[in-house]
Structure formats: structure tokens, C-alpha cells
């Protein structure tokens, strides 16, 4: 089959286009014929090793010391079932599915396994492969985090980053779970941001959000930027931070805020799982969740995806098409 391959740390040059082995299901795997895949900023942080500020030698362990462990970039997919393994019985060749594999990434190729009970479903009949490929990333990061807020209707919720990959499908949950919500992006991307639900939206290169004389009751900050301390005041009383991108000192010092003052500072890292990926498709079946898809490329163009990311600059979510005009 082919896929993209990296051997070393670096920007979009260092992904190769190759033929490589296709892979074979164990027992309780299922290989996905991979239709579409997204470039998200977790392919940036494994390509370049740009972590969070003090998480560089975790990143190292996480990814590879001295180059990639995993050669094959790609956390998201979706596609066709293609093959299953002896004991699979939850999916059948040729059922339409998304889902993640995390860590382990390989999506960025014709072919990738997936375990039958890890973060894969049957993909939303609403919804495209572009669409199902782009679900996972963003959704399961702002289903973890507004859980863990305990977000109640009629909260104000601030979203910096509103226009991201995470921002986009946080705008549309804490909308559906009944919050005023204001989204905080540069002016061209403003109407994106509120066609996915944001009641106001505010232009950082114009205003600040954080000089507010109400406060927030929640704040997620998806840029990692602003200083925990300019945000906790922006916080009211109960109120909690929701640190997506947080630089190590934050993850740090998150549990002691937490426990000393009246504000909370929510930090880590977002699972997935079947369950996650499941409730993923219901809320994309209720019409609830819609990723946002900012380009779509050719496979041929992957490293122009790369690019697109690595700009910072990407609206919801970047998609490249996978063909199957070969025998793999
Ligand atoms: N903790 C976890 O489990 C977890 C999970 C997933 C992702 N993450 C992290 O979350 C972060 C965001 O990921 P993502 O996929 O959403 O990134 P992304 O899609 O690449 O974010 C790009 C967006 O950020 C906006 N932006 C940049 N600077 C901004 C600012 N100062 N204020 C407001 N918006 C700004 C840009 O809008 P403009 O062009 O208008 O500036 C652009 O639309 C990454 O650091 C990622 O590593 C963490």
C-alpha cells in the first residue's frame, strides 16, 4: 500500500510518499480501507517535536528520542471495513466507519488496523468520510473537557481558538448543552465561528477577551497563550478553566489551584475510546456535531496539508483524500 513515512523530525519536507507493506488484522483487529484522513496539530507536534512550553523531553519519550518510533503520521480516519480479524464481531467487511488510533497514528496510508473495541464506530449516514474523518480529534477533546466543567445551561463559556479543530466542535457542545457561548478568533474567521453557535464573538486582534467586567464561568483556552493568571481572573466565582494547551507549569500547578482557591484550573489529556467514538456518531446523527472542514487535499498534496496546519492559521479541521486506483 502506499502511505506517507517520516524518519526524522522536521517540517512538511521529511514525509515520503512509499509502498509499504499492508497491514494484517490479529485476531480481534479489523483493517479499515482508509477513504479520508486529517491533518491535525498532533501530526505537527509528532513531525516537528513542537510541544507545549517544558513538554520537549516528553514528547521525545512520547514519539521517539532521536526520530519517530511510528513512521506513518495520521490520527484520524474513515473508510471502508476491508478485512476482519477470526474473533471480530462487532463490524462487517464493508461497513462505513471513523474512528482514531491515538498514539499509535498510521492513517496517513491506503490501510490501517484498528482494534473492534478501540475508538472506531459506524460513521453517521449524515455525515461524509470527510466529515467522519475530522469527528474524532476535536470531538472527543471537547466532550472530555466540558464533562470534566460540569458546564450547566445558561453558563458563559469563553472558547479562544473558537475558529480551531478543538475551538469548532467546543462552540457546537457547549452550545447544545445550553450555554451562552463566545468565541474568540481574528476577524475573517468570525462568521464561521457563528454559524457553528456562538452567541458573540469577539476579534482578538481588536479587543480583549479577557477584559470583561462579568467574568466567565468557564473559559477553555485552546491557544495556550494567555498567561493561567489572566484567566483565572477573567473567571467568576466557581468558575473553571479549561487549559487544552497547557504549558508544562500550568499542568503543574493546575491540581494546587485547584484545591486552594474558589476557581479551578482543568488540565490533561483527552482519551478516546469505543465509548467516545460512539457517542460521537449519535451526536453527528442528531445534527448536533458537524466538523468544519477548512481544505481538502489529494493524498499527492499531504505535505501542503502539513503546511496548512503548521500555519496556526487552519479553520476547524484539514482533510486529505486517500484513492484506491491500485492493488495493495
Ligand atoms: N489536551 C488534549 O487532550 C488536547 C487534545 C487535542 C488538541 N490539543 C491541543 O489543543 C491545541 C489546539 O488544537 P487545534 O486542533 O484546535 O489547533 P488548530 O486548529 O491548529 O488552531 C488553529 C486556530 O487557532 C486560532 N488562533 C490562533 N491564535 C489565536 C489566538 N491568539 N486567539 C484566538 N484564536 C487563535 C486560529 O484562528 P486565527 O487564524 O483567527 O488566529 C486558527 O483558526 C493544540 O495545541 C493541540 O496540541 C490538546
Redesign the pocket.
Known amino acids: 500500500m502506499k502511505a506517507w513515512v517520516y524518519r526524522e523530525y522536521g517540517g512538511p519536507e521529511v514525509v515520503h510518499l512509499e509502498t509499504v507493506p499492508t497491514p494484517a488484522p490479529k485476531d480481534d483487529e479489523i483493517v479499515v480501507k482508509v477513504l479520508a484522513t486529517t491533518v ?3 501530526d ?2 509528532a513531525r516537528t517535536l513542537e510541544m ?1 512550553k517544558g513538554f520537549g523531553l516528553i514528547g521525545r519519550l512520547v514519539f521517539g528520542l532521536r526520530r519517530p518510533r511510528k513512521t506513518i503520521l495520521g490520527f484520524e480516519f474513515a473508510g471502508e471495513v476491508a478485512q476482519v480479524g477470526r474473533s471480530v464481531t462487532r463490524f462487517c467487511v464493508d461497513d462505513a466507519v471513523f474512528g482514531s488510533t491515538g498514539a499509535r497514528m498510521g492513517c496517513h496510508a491506503q490501510f490501517v488496523v484498528v482494534g473492534e473495541n478501540e475508538h472506531i464506530a459506524i460513521k453517521p449516514q449524515g455525515l461524509s468520510y470527510e466529515e467522519a474523518a475530522a469527528l474524532s ?2 470531538g472527543a ?1 471537547a466532550l ?2 466540558l464533562g470534566k466543567a460540569s458546564l450547566q445551561p445558561g453558563e458563559h463559556i469563553l472558547i ?8 469548532s466542535a467546543t462552540v457546537q457542545l457547549a452550545k447544545h448543552l445550553g450555554a451562552h457561548v463566545t468565541g ?3 476577524g ?2 468570525a462568521e464561521i465561528v457563528r454559524a457553528m453557535g456562538a452567541d458573540e464573538v469577539i476579534d ?1 486582534t481588536r479587543e480583549d477577551p479577557l477584559h470583561t467586567p462579568e467574568g466567565y464561568d468557564v473559559i477553555v483556552d ?4 494567555t498567561p493561567m493568571s489572566r484567566c483565572r481572573h477573567a473567571l467568576r466565582r466557581g468558575g473553571r478553566l479549561l487549559a ?3 504549558p508544562l507549569p500550568t499542568f503543574a500547578g493546575a491540581p494546587f489551584i485547584s484545591m486552594l482557591g474558589s476557581r479551578k484550573v482543568i ?4 482519551p478516546e475510546s469505543r465509548a467516545v467514538a460512539e457517542r460521537l456518531a449519535q451526536l453527528a446523527t442528531e445534527g448536533v456535531l458537524r466538523p468544519f472542514i477548512d481544505e481538502r487535499y489529494e493524498f499527492s498534496q499531504m505535505r501542503e496539508a502539513h503546511a496548512r ?1 503548521a500555519s ?5 479541521n484539514v482533510v486529505v483524500l486517500v484513492p484506491h486506483d491500485d492493488t495493495p
Not at 485552546?222 to 497563550?225: A, L, S
Not at 496556526?312 to 476547524?316: L, T, V, Y
Open positions: 491535525t496539530a498532533a505537527w507536534r507545549p480529534f476535536g477533546t472530555h473537557f479562544i481558538g473558537a475558529s480551531g479543530g478543538v475551538g474568540v478568533t481574528s475573517p474567521n482578538y485552546t491557544v495556550g497563550d487544552v494547551a497547557a488540565v490533561g489529556v483527552a496546519v496556526r492559521r487552519k479553520r476547524g
